[in-house]
């Protein structure tokens, strides 16, 4: 029987998804002892085989079962007191679908936030709790929550329930923790591409759709303008920048936008993509506001993937200035683009 695995010190939530599993990985690349949680105990063998295959050991790794939709994430009385010595949690775990109701983003989105926040509120050790949020989220310095239920309303009217119940989970922690005297980081990075070197990513929604139509021939006209800008970062800087995050950081609540800032415009990331994959380019552009108004069986475009295309530019200083400390710098970002892009053909964008 192998021996024990010592007691973590990192409890990483939602270990078994597209993020979870890298930063479990790079967590035990370092020698850090790490729990990972997954909604169901099959998981974590799945988990243990992927890491195997990317050259990890996994002896300092202890699986739990967890649910962030319940109070206490659902742990038994054995899981929570293994989890003991816990000083940083990590919460990754999210539903990231388009097209969700709001009754099926909530609960992992929001409530599920708010509970990875009052558990952490219980470790007697712990460091920090780093909240991976969402992209075009926690731009606000004053965040507001609850909210009244007409507000609340309107913003999923608007946005979808993806995109609001991140949003709203977002303002909720960072409004909660100070409450609680949980030391908060929250982590907001752009369109998330594969591995730098391999392209590995395992996830096929967001910009992965734009590739996938562009490669089909289905993108006669690319939605936006000649300044809109959808920023990326590799799985693995964003994976190496969440490990570092809690030794840091050091102020009550601190909030970082990840980025590579050698992301073109959009239209000229299209084009390197359509190049490399030698196929036809968008012939031209077309108004996002005109793109909704078509039918979506014209356009191939999500109603809720509109609200990203967009000609803002993001304050990235703190994370900078993290990075910096960290010694971490961004990979060559037209290497990693073709790496991921070549990946994502093979992979028959998640049907092979």
């Given at each position: 029987?192998?021996?024990?695995?010592?007691?973590?010190?990192?409890?990483?939530?939602?270990?078994?998804?597209?993020?979870?599993?890298?930063?479990?990985?790079?967590?035990?690349?370092?020698?850090?002892?790490?729990?990972?949680?997954?909604?169901?105990?099959?998981?974590?063998?799945?988990?243990?085989?992927?890491?195997?295959?990317?050259?990890?050991?996994?002896?300092?790794?202890?699986?739990?079962?967890?649910?962030?939709?319940?109070?206490?994430?659902?742990?038994s009385?054995?899981?929570?007191?293994?989890?003991?010595?816990?000083?940083?949690?990590?919460?990754?775990?999210?539903?990231?679908?388009?097209?969700?109701?709001?009754?099926q983003?909530?609960?992992?989105?929001?409530?599920?936030?708010?509970?990875?926040?009052?558990?952490?509120?219980?470790?007697?050790?712990?460091?920090?709790?780093?909240?991976?949020?969402?992209?075009r989220?926690?731009?606000?310095?004053?965040?507001?929550?609850?909210?009244?239920?007409?507000?609340?309303?309107?913003?999923?009217?608007?946005?979808?329930?993806?995109?609001?119940?991140?949003?709203?989970?977002?303002?909720?922690?960072?409004?909660?923790?100070?409450?609680?005297?949980?030391?908060?980081?929250t982590?907001?990075?752009?369109?998330?591409?594969?591995?730098?070197?391999?392209?590995?990513?395992g996830?096929?929604?967001?910009?992965?759709?734009?590739?996938?139509?562009?490669?089909?021939?289905?993108?006669?006209?690319?939605?936006?303008?000649?300044?809109?800008?959808?920023?990326?970062?590799?799985?693995?800087?964003?994976?190496?920048?969440?490990?570092?995050?809690?030794?840091?950081?050091?102020?009550?609540?601190r909030?970082?936008?990840?980025?590579?800032?050698?992301?073109?415009?959009?239209?000229?990331?299209?084009?390197?993509?359509?190049?490399?994959?030698?196929?036809?380019?968008?012939?031209?552009?077309?108004?996002?506001?005109?793109?909704?108004?078509?039918?979506?069986?014209?356009?191939?475009?999500?109603?809720?993937?509109?609200t990203?295309?967009?000609?803002?530019?993001?304050?990235?200083?703190s994370?900078?200035?993290?990075?910096?400390?960290?010694?971490?710098?961004?990979?060559?970002?037209?290497p990693?683009?073709?790496?991921?892009?070549?990946?994502?053909?093979?992979?028959?964008?998640?049907?092979?």
């Amino acid at each position: 029987m192998p021996p024990a695995p010592p007691p973590p010190r990192t409890l990483v939530l939602g270990a078994g998804g597209f993020l979870g599993r890298w930063l479990v990985l790079e967590l035990l690349t370092r020698g850090e002892p790490v729990a990972a949680a997954v909604r169901e105990p099959d998981r974590g063998g799945e988990l243990r085989r992927w890491l195997r295959t990317h050259d990890a050991d996994d002896a300092a790794l202890t699986t739990v079962t967890a649910d962030v939709t319940r109070p206490g994430l659902g742990l038994s009385p054995e899981d929570d007191a293994r989890l003991a010595e816990v000083r940083d949690v990590h919460n990754l775990a999210a539903r990231y679908r388009f097209g969700l109701t709001r009754a099926q983003a909530e609960p992992a989105n929001l409530q599920g936030a708010l509970h990875a926040l009052h558990w952490s509120a219980t470790r007697p050790r712990l460091r920090r709790l780093v909240h991976l949020s969402g992209y075009r989220v926690g731009r606000d310095p004053q965040p507001r929550y609850p909210l009244d239920a007409r507000t609340t309303a309107a913003r999923y009217a608007r946005l979808g329930a993806y995109e609001a119940s991140k949003l709203l989970g977002d303002a909720a922690v960072r409004v909660a923790a100070p409450r609680l005297g949980v030391p908060l980081t929250t982590v907001n990075p752009s369109s998330v591409i594969g591995h730098s070197l391999t392209g590995e990513a395992g996830q096929y929604l967001g910009l992965a759709q734009l590739v996938r139509q562009l490669h089909r021939g289905r993108l006669p006209l690319l939605p936006g303008t000649r300044r809109t800008f959808l920023p990326v970062v590799t799985v693995d800087h964003l994976a190496r920048f969440l490990a570092a995050a809690p030794a840091h950081d050091d102020a009550p609540v601190r909030a970082h936008t990840v980025l590579d800032p050698a992301t073109p415009v959009l239209p000229d990331l299209i084009a390197l993509l359509a190049d490399h994959l030698d196929v036809r380019p968008p012939r031209g552009l077309i108004p996002v506001p005109l793109v909704r108004h078509l039918p979506r069986a014209l356009t191939g475009a999500d109603p809720e993937t509109l609200t990203f295309l967009s000609e803002d530019r993001y304050d990235t200083d703190s994370a900078d200035r993290l990075a910096t400390a960290a010694g971490l710098a961004h990979p060559p970002l037209l290497p990693a683009l073709r790496h991921w892009s070549t990946r994502l053909v093979a992979e028959g964008f998640g049907t092979a």
